[in-house]
């Protein structure tokens, strides 16, 4: 019977007997022996090591009580010795080949009958048993680790697959519990998914698949970026054609498959374990794992990191230079010694968190001009031919082409260009195309700077011109207003994708722009009839300019008995361009008449573009008038001294002549007001207060008809009561 021990090997609790334990301390020692002249040899050992607490901990999980000394052998022969590859070296004369030396290994191991089982490569044949549950490798009944182990992949994959269709696959994992045999079943894998830690952008999950599927690994890159991609032309189509509905195409990839590509990146960046010792990025290429492959695969580790340490170096020597350049001559120029002392370090930090501010906000930027750009881009069809009704003469023009290819179109190349640059792993010492892509597209921003500067000067004035229409007074003392007319010599409004909901165009022929911007402003009379005049209004760099466009407005206005008929909208020319013309449609409504405005009054789309220095260049949406009232359409108003009211609003109490104030508290009622009062009748309980003086309203033996008073009238009776005799 022999002893067992308990010892802690590379952070696990292994029990092993006392003889084992004496096997493997040899075999450690023998490896330090030989890798003691070797670069990086403490990590090489460490992963070796590494790797055979994994072997043990396995043999652990499937039942062993202890580690014996079969096992260490085995581990040791699977391994393999420093003997054989010190025979395999004299043979080789001493090369330092890694892959000769395994190959000779392999050989003599499997010649000598004590080398680990075949080594199946990935894709080869093996023999396959019958379908079971894995009892030494599950987490609930162990039916993903069989699967996986019967068609020979990594359980993750299998377990993924089973998370990501849970819905479809949950009652098929249930059958197969309750079916399928249990059993210890000896791993045949020889490749396993990791996360790549040598080759990634955000977590490795795309290398891992890449060295897994033996592919490249911008395949995997691709795949997930494509939703990115096509959601940003989806959102552009969706932005710029609102009235359209995008059944295919960009909505599909970007909505379906783009989500669920998404939830499948998270599950694999959780799930998938990181590749972090040598054995782990062996197992991940599906490489043997020995002697010689560990010592590669840390030497190739330590090679790349000595290659970016010394890229990093460069990088952060030359920003400290700088920093500390400038960090002396402020010291000496304004600062003290403490400041000297701690000024470098800071500046250091401050310019770093400035250097990921500003990409960040240029990434951003250059999304938000790319998805621009492909709105304009798709929607140039409908939008190419109104710029000649905005834009005048050549130098507009040429800014205009200026703007849209370089100060929209660089960004979005030059992202494109990123996105295929990182998807490929190309990487460039050379930063030729950064300049290059930079100089461009501050010739675009100047050139949008002038262009807008230029179009701007054309909106700085305003001038309207004033005419009066006239009308004939209506008999039932109402006017009723509506928008008629279709101009069907124009684009109807469902051809020209949506711009007769939000936007002042309804629409466009060869020559002529039809406008909408017009607005009914209704006001009180100063007289007892109704009046209607219109302000033609427009803009343009001078005020003569803009006069002269306010008259070429035309805008007729048709009065059918009570009925006042307006256009649906105005058209302006090529040559006049568009320089936000309004009409302004002012009804004046004398007090106790009324008015009512048709629903098809609220297709007009109102606004006022202001160039101003102190406002800047904006544009106000429905502005309102101080001497104008608020009105909804189908809403019949009549007019009042207070001013426009609905006319449902009113009672017989409002209807008459005079102000009134009605007041009910638990002291009784109380009315006051100016009007016409009328005391033919006596009411004891009234009592009529003037100049503050109460009188009652019976006491009065004359008749006050046609006397303005100002009285206040108080009762315990019902206020509909003293209402009715109040205004009799």
């Not at 003392?477 to 069907?488: Q, R, T, Y």
Request: charged share 25%.
């Amino acid at each position: 019977m022999k002893k067992v021990i308990n010892i802690n090997f590379q952070g696990r609790v292994i029990p092993i007997e006392e003889t084992a334990y004496d096997l493997l301390k040899q075999y450690t020692e023998s490896l330090r022996r030989y890798f003691a002249q070797e670069e990086g040899r403490d990590e090489i050992i460490n992963d070796i090591e590494g790797r055979i607490a994994e072997l043990f901990s396995d043999r652990l999980k499937k039942g062993a009580t202890c580690i014996t000394d079969e096992d260490v052998n085995r581990v040791i022969a699977n391994m393999g010795r420093p003997e054989d590859f010190e025979a395999a070296d004299a043979e080789l004369g001493g090369t330092s080949n890694g892959s000769a030396r395994s190959e000779s290994q392999s050989s003599s191991q499997q010649q000598s009958g004590t080398g680990p089982a075949p080594f199946v490569p990935s894709g080869g044949s093996y023999r396959r048993g019958r379908l079971s549950r894995n009892a030494d490798d599950k987490i609930l009944g162990g039916v993903c680790s069989g699967l996986a182990n019967y068609l020979g992949i990594d359980p993750v994959i299998m377990r993924i697959i089973f998370v990501l269709l849970s819905g479809f696959l949950f009652w098929v994992y249930i059958l197969l519990w309750i079916i399928v045999p249990s059993e210890s079943l000896a791993s045949n894998i020889t490749k396993r998914l990791y996360r790549n830690p040598d080759d990634k952008v955000i977590a490795g999950v795309c290398g891992g698949l890449a060295s897994y599927f033996n592919i490249q690994t911008w395949i995997p890159r691709l795949i997930f970026a494509l939703p990115l991609i096509m959601g940003i032309v989806g959102g552009s189509f969706n932005a710029f054609f609102w009235d359209m509905d995008w059944n295919f195409g960009p909505r599909f990839i970007s909505s379906g498959l783009g989500s669920t590509l998404f939830v499948v990146y998270l599950v694999l960046w959780i799930a998938v374990p990181y590749a972090n010792t040598a054995a782990e990025k062996l197992e991940m290429k599906g490489e043997r794992i020995d002697l010689n492959s560990i010592r590669d695969t840390v030497k190739g580790d330590l090679e790349n990191f000595k290659s970016k340490a010394q890229s990093w170096g460069a990088e952060v020597k030359e920003t400290a230079q700088q920093f500390s350049s400038r960090g002396r001559h402020f010291a000496q120029s304004e600062a003290g010694p403490a400041v000297r002392r701690a000024g470098s370090g800071f500046g250091h930090v401050i310019g770093i968190l400035f250097k990921a501010f500003f990409l960040f906000i240029a990434a951003v930027i250059a999304l938000a001009l790319f998805g621009v750009l492909l709105g304009v881009l798709f929607g140039g069809m409908a939008v190419f031919p109104v710029k000649d009704f905005f834009l005048e003469g050549f130098w507009q023009n040429t800014l205009a082409w200026l703007s849209l290819v370089l100060f929209l179109g660089v960004p979005a190349i030059a992202l494109i260009t990123w996105l295929i640059r990182r998807i490929m792993g190309v990487k460039s010492q050379n930063n030729y195309l950064g300049y290059t892509f930079g100089s461009l597209w501050i010739i675009g921003l100047f050139s949008f700077i002038f262009l807008a500067g230029m179009f701007a000067r054309n909106f700085k004035n305003r001038a309207g011109v004033e005419d009066q229409i006239n009308i004939v007074q209506p008999a039932n003392n109402k006017l009723f207003f509506e928008s008629v007319g279709s101009n069907i010599h124009y684009y109807s409004d469902g051809d020209f994708f949506g711009w007769d909901e939000d936007v002042p165009f309804y629409g466009m022929n060869h020559d002529s722009l039809m406008l909408k911007t017009v607005r009914v402003n209704v006001v009180k009379s100063k007289d007892s009839l109704f009046h209607v005049y219109t302000v033609r209004f427009s803009r343009s760099n001078t005020n003569n300019k803009a006069r002269e466009l306010a008259q070429k407005i035309t805008f007729p206005i048709v009065q059918r008995d009570s009925v006042i008929q307006m256009e649906k909208g105005f058209a302006i020319t090529r040559t006049d361009k568009f320089r936000n013309q309004q009409v302004l449609v002012v009804v004046e409504v004398p007090i106790g008449k009324k008015i009512e405005i048709d629903r098809s009054v609220d297709d007009y789309e109102w606004f006022t573009i202001n160039t101003n220095r102190r406002r800047g260049f904006n544009v106000t949406w429905d502005s309102d008038w101080e001497d104008s009232y608020s009105w909804d359409s189908n809403v019949e108003y009549v007019m009042t001294r207070e001013g426009l009211k609905r006319a449902s609003d009113f009672d017989a109490a409002e209807l008459k002549e005079g102000r009134f104030k009605f007041k009910i508290d638990e002291n009784g009622v109380e009315i006051e007001g100016e009007g016409k009062l009328k005391d033919k009748e006596k009411i004891d309980s009234v009592i009529i207060k003037k100049d503050k003086t109460p009188v009652k309203s019976g006491s009065d033996d004359g008749d006050n008809d046609g006397e303005t008073k100002s009285a206040t009238i108080s009762s315990d009776y019902s206020p509909l009561m003293v209402l009715g005799s109040f205004l009799k």
